[in-house]
């Protein structure tokens, strides 16, 4: 499956965005989606997941009820909902997907990894 992501920019702090991940090749709705996000000199980390069926979702702590993640199956998209943002959100954001079921907060579960978009959030 192939990853597109998109939907990033220049926010002012307390802001949203909404993060788009289409996906094309395979079918979507076979594969766990993912975002993390990555700034310099840091490991790519965990944001949010969400299953195939989109009833189950995971968020990491620090953004929880600020972020939410869903998907529509039916044109192969996943998204991110950003609330609230604030300057400690800024980083490249990614979208992956994984087949397999593993651990959805390890990095090294996702086979499959979007380009990345850029989010910028000004204080």
């Known amino acids: 499956v192939q990853l597109q992501a998109s939907g990033g920019g220049l926010v002012q702090a307390g802001g949203s965005l909404r993060l788009s991940c289409a996906a094309s090749?395979?079918?979507?709705?076979?594969?766990?989606s993912a975002w993390f996000r990555q700034t310099p000199g840091k490991e790519r980390e965990f944001v949010a997941a969400?299953?195939?069926?989109?009833?189950?979702?995971y968020y990491a702590d620090s953004v929880k009820g600020r972020f939410t993640i869903s998907r529509d199956n039916a044109k192969n998209t996943a998204y991110l909902q950003m609330n609230s943002l604030n300057p400690e959100d800024t980083a490249i954001y990614y979208c992956?997907?994984?087949?397999?079921?593993?651990?959805?907060?390890?990095?090294?579960?996702?086979?499959?990894w979007g380009r990345g978009t850029q989010v910028t959030v000004s204080s």
């Open positions: 969400i299953s195939v069926n989109g009833r189950s979702t």
């Open positions: 090749g395979h079918s979507f709705r076979s594969y766990t």
């Open positions: 992956a997907a994984q087949i397999y079921g593993l651990e959805y907060q390890a990095r090294t579960s996702y086979g499959y």
